[in-house]
């Protein structure tokens, strides 16, 4: 039996232990910016703080606010979906460390198969030119042989924000970090379209979102004959990115946000909007098979999207180029990178080790961690680049 002061020394020694393997103080982190992020952001804020203690205070606004706020010195970090054009802070870094799809969702409650678009079709409805769901050019895209991939999965096992092991499906990696298409389905479709109006719902809203929508639109469409389909380059304002003037259009309604636009569709038959994937989840609305630059049909996933941005050039800040008229097998053509905006000096050094841990933590666990989300988990050379950008930090 240990004396009493033995048991007091051991006491003193079990707390020291407990007290080491725990952070000292906690802190708050103050941010705003894409809301293309939020659903991984809102996942995963919650295990960081239950890890580390510190809270995540992340507002998202849209990138535009994002931007702003970060070069006012208003928050620690920001969330854009799109680099800076104009008044671009010194000492920025910009790790790629967010990866998912932008999804076509849409309100068509008589309509039971997920339907198949072309860029030129999405081209047409978004800038007013289609205004009804049983428009001919419509129907041509879901009236024809289509091919389609399918990606190899397997069961991993995570902790859950309780701490509980769960399982969950995710998508096979080659040594080179790409998802693995282990076949492809190739079938007739004949999908039956309803003489219903077509209502575009838009973000109104600064929206990096928006911005690499409109990027897609153009870039899809570069090689098309009719060089009509969408002139404009890409635009953080959606209504300013269009080929015409759509605000006295009756048939587009903007919103800010994108849980606001796509809680615009949900109430509405006959919407279609552009968001991320899991706004579409969340509001339990169908999402397009968009074809790719290889000619096959994709729905959104964060498979396709890893194999379409393997296709991208890496700038040396970190910023990704896509191809849109790159063949990439697999590839689902609107996905999309997010960045985290820090400094790489110049303020609090607690505070930016502090952002540099968030940003790792989101790049290396919360993908694999809520795949339900449909955010993909960043392999190969980006993932390499996003590393060497969060040691820039500090």
Known sequence: MLSRKK????VIAASALLGSSSPAFAADLKASGATFASPLIDACK????KDTTHTINYSGGGSGKGRTDFSLNLVDFAGSDAAYTIAEPTNLVYAPIFAAPI????NLPTVKDSIYLTPATVAKIFSGYITNWNSPIIAADNERVVKTPVFQTKTVTVKDKNKKNVKKTVPVLDKAGKPVVKSYTTKTVNIDLPNQDITVWYRSDSSGTSENFTKWLKGANASNADQRLWPKAGNTTFANGTPSGI????????ASGSAAVAAGVAGKVGSITYSELSFATDNKLPVANIQNA????VAPSAAGTSSFLGGGTIAENGVITLDYLKAIPGAYPLGTTSYGLAYASGKNATTQKLVADWFTYVLDK????YPEKGFAQITGP???????QIALIK
Request: glycine letters at 8%.
């Open 247 to 254: 605000t006295s259009f009756f048939n587009f309604q903007g």
């Open 7 to 10: 048991l007091a020394v051991a």
């Open 294 to 297: 290889a000619g096959e049909f």
């Open 366 to 369: 919360c993908p694999g961690k």
């Open 46 to 49: 919650v295990d960081f703080n």
């Open 103 to 106: 999804a076509i969702m849409y």
């Open 382 to 388: 980006m993932y390499d680049k996003a590393k060497a």
